[in-house]
């Protein structure tokens, strides 16, 4: 069987020798233009004249749009209709495009968009969360989840502590950059190709604000160069850019952002300001917390109230906390509309529970591992999430006990005093950091998937669903369950380009939910087909002489063969079944279909069954930092995460260090600065510092716990995809404990990210 196996990517190869195709590897057509805009001078204002004249006529120019060539429908957005393609009359943020140009060469369009001046009105920007809340700039109601009484706990405990807790965004470093090629077909049809997580939403957006029918308009996605979230909606406005010059002069048009346009104007991971108030008793158990968030969601909804919606899900992390009141708030300010990454809201809840669990831990000077085992959820009581999920399957403190263990968490403690004692030029500290994340949307109608089967007459078979490839290794998944479903070698199995021609009203490939939708899905359709061959089979191989007559359940699909399992002697190839049954004119293909179970919450009450099921882990990380000039160095890190019964299990490991790093990278390291007029400042890598090799943990151990009890997902596997990413906020976490070896008493709440520069702030304030 494939399942369980250590198959490589299957673009492995490709990503390597350069094989692997991209958006802007396509094939140029003859007829094609290049697609470029000249957006927003100013981060807030209104629009006083836009000259489009002098790029009209310049050399090599085919046409410039702007929102009067787009129609009634120039807007668009995810939840809530509220972001418009091109800036008609205000402004929003440095950048919005304006004004859209199609030409010749690429030489022509950096011309022509140096020839097109806008001149804007400027109104007093918001470039922070404090100002928006200051000046009532939000983006939809505050959300709430709440139990019991958490302010009369928190005034009846013992001790109490309260603080504001700073957090800030993250760029998605996706290596292929926002891009699409739009093809113009008979009768105003379109085909678009995107790189993006939802080739549904790019099909509905573009119909809509060109003013198509859904069925005018196909969109293709064959593989992103990364994604993390960044591709979830904001495909959308490259693509509109290209389908719209395609309706608009009938030739094929391709939009490629460089590096500094995509990191200026795309959004991001949301900033955060978080303000909690915690009541505990002596022995360390959390009786009361009360947190409010605000995030800030940037210029537009685009998906911040649902990722709110998650933050408000995750933010007791792996605690029970009897009463507890959780609310949340979408700031409104002059950036690009913030949007979906890895965690989705998740790691901003996780790493303000850890930031107050480390406070706690320090107030009352006991480890921080037995304060956080003293709080866990329990597996037969104090296992009621705040939102009134029971929370089956954990397996948390197991996994921290076995953690600590291997990773000899009690011994490196125990030394970690003298440790720093000694060393008068680093200052040391270690914490380890649980993760429980909720696996399934938020949002119900999103768990749903399909896919479609061809199996052809030599025994291979072709599958597609809805699910896309960013480099997660979804279709080598998915070509391993469809494998094992047929009984077949995997080569016999290729996962085809998404493509909503193919799949239609699909869900974007996000929530680490694509193996558990669209795997689940194609096993569906494998069997359906199965069923008939089975039937088919059984009539082929009986042999009454014998008297045996074979019914469906007793044919096997295994190793390339189908045979009666009671006489394995007798049967015939895979293929050789699919002739005859094409012969015998039996139906080769199939759709499949799968919705997730039992998921339901209401966002009125707060209460529900929101998730499936939950992915949980560990990180213990070690790092040292300069006393003088608070440079950081990750010294070791063990990873410990229960992904159920893994499908590959070198994919998974892929998936499992590669976010933690880039989890670890938000925590510690990159870092957005804007000028005082909203421009990013730090829009390349020359700049934008995303960890680079030498920045790994010296010594790095990950490994996975085993457990084969998830019954809900297909062949007992779990998501993997975002969870890992907050397993990073260990290393946040251990920074903080290493300033608590200070002899002072002050707490310099220290932010995220722990910067070195945010690490010397620290060490400066603590040492007068
Ligand atoms: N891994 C790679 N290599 N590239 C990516 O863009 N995106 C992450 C994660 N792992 C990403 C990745 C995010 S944000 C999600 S939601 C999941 O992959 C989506 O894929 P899955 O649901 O198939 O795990
Ligand atoms: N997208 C979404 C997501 O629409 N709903 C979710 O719950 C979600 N979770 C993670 C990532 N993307
Ligand atoms: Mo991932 S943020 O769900 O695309």
Redesign the pocket.
């Known amino acids: 069987t494939a399942v369980g196996k250590s198959i490589p990517h299957d673009s492995a190869v490709g990503h390597v020798t350069g094989a692997a195709s991209y958006i802007d590897d396509l094939p140029c057509r003859v007829d094609e233009l290049f697609v470029g805009f000249v957006g927003s001078p100013v981060a807030n204002g209104t629009i006083k004249s836009i000259d489009i004249s002098k790029a009209i006529d310049a050399q090599g120019v085919a046409c410039v749009l702007t929102s009067k060539d787009v129609g009634p429908h120039n807007i668009f957005g995810p939840l809530f209709c509220d972001e418009p393609f091109l800036a008609d009359k205000e402004l929003l943020y440095v950048g919005q495009p304006v004004v859209v140009i199609a030409a010749e060469t690429e030489q022509a369009l950096a011309e022509a968009r140096n020839l097109v001046t806008i001149e804007a009105e400027p109104e007093n920007p918001i470039f922070s969360i404090d100002d928006a809340i200051a000046s009532e700039h939000f983006i939809g109601p505050t959300r709430r989840i709440k139990r019991g009484h958490p302010i009369k706990a928190i005034a009846g405990a013992t001790h109490q502590l309260s603080g504001e807790f700073r957090i800030a965004g993250q760029e998605h470093f996706y290596l292929e950059s926002q891009a699409a090629v739009a093809f113009p077909g008979e009768q105003n049809q379109l085909v678009v190709h995107s790189s993006t997580q939802n080739t549904t939403e790019i099909q509905t957006m573009v119909a809509e604000v060109l003013g198509l029918s859904m069925h005018q308009v196909v969109c293709i996605c064959k593989r992103m160069g990364g994604a993390f ?1 960044g591709k ?1 909606t904001q495909a959308v406005i490259p693509a509109l850019m290209a389908s719209l010059v395609a309706q608009r002069t009938g030739r094929a048009a391709r939009i490629v952002y460089d590096k500094d346009t995509d990191m200026c104007v795309t959004g991001k991971r949301h900033p955060y300001r978080c303000n909690w108030h915690v009541g505990f008793e002596s022995d360390g158990t959390i009786v009361g917390l009360k947190v409010d968030f605000f995030s800030d969601g940037g210029s537009a909804a685009d ?1 911040s109230t ?1 990722v709110m919606e ?1 933050t408000l899900l995750h933010a007791e992390n792996a605690y029970y906390i009897e009463d507890i009141e959780i609310n949340g708030r979408v700031c409104r300010t002059n950036f690009p509309p913030n949007t ?1 990454f890895r965690g ?1 809201g998740g790691p901003q809840a996780i790493a303000s529970m850890e930031n107050i669990i480390e406070r706690v831990a320090e107030k009352l000077k006991i480890d921080s591992l037995d304060l956080r085992l003293i709080n866990v959820y329990g597996d037969t009581d104090r296992n009621v999430t705040p939102y009134g999920q029971l929370y089956t399957g954990n397996h948390l403190t197991e996994i921290m006990t076995t953690l600590a263990e291997t990773s000899n968490y009690r011994d490196r403690i125990a030394g970690l005093d003298q440790k720093n004692k000694n060393d008068s030029l680093r200052l040391h500290g270690i914490t380890m950091t649980p993760v429980k994340f909720g696996i399934s ?3 119900k109608f ?1 768990n749903q998937a399909n896919a479609l089967i061809n199996v052809y007459t030599d025994g291979t078979v072709q599958v597609s669903t809805g699910g896309t490839e960013m480099g997660q290794g979804l279709n080598t998944k998915i070509r391993q369950l469809v494998a094992d479903e047929f009984g077949i070698p995997f080569p016999s199995v290729i996962v085809m380009p998404t493509s909503t021609e193919k799949n239609n009203n699909t869900s ?1 490939t ?3 939910a694509g193996t558990d939708l669209n795997g689940a899905a194609a096993v569906d359709g494998c069997r359906i087909i199965k069923s008939r061959l089975a039937n088919f089979a059984a009539e082929l191989l009986a042999s009454p002489k014998d008297g045996l007559i074979p019914s469906p359940e007793h044919i096997a699909f295994t190793d390339g063969m189908v045979r009666d399992r009671r006489q394995p002697n007798a049967g015939m190839t895979f293929a050789e079944l699919t002739r005859k049954a094409r012969m015998e004119r039996i139906d080769l293909g199939a759709r499949g279909f799968y919705k997730t179970p039992g998921v339901d919450f209401n966002r009125e009450t707060g209460r529900g069954n929101p998730f499936l099921y939950y992915t949980q882990g560990a990180a213990v990380a070690e790092v040292s930092i300069d006393r003088f000039t608070g440079e950081l160095s990750v010294e070791r890190v063990d990873l410990l995460m229960d992904i159920g019964k893994s499908i590959n299990p070198k994919v998974d490991m892929g998936q499992i260090t590669g976010g933690f790093i880039q989890g670890m990278g938000w925590v510690t390291a990159e870092s957005l600065v804007y000028d005082d007029g909203g421009r990013l400042l730090t829009h390349s890598p020359t700049t934008y510092k995303i960890p680079a090799i030498t920045d790994l943990p010296i010594d790095f151990r990950c490994a996975m716990f085993p457990n084969d009890d998830n019954l809900h997902c297909v062949r007992r596997s779990k998501a993997v995809g ?1 969870p890992p990413l907050m397993l990073g906020i260990a290393v946040w976490a251990a920074v903080k404990n290493a300033l608590t070896y200070l002899p002072s008493e002050k707490d310099p709440n220290l932010k995220l990210p722990a910067t070195g520069e945010e690490i010397l702030r620290c060490l400066t304030e603590m040492e007068c």
């Open positions: 979230g979830e998906l649902s998650r979906a989705f949307f938020t949002t999103l974007p996000a929530a680490s975002e």
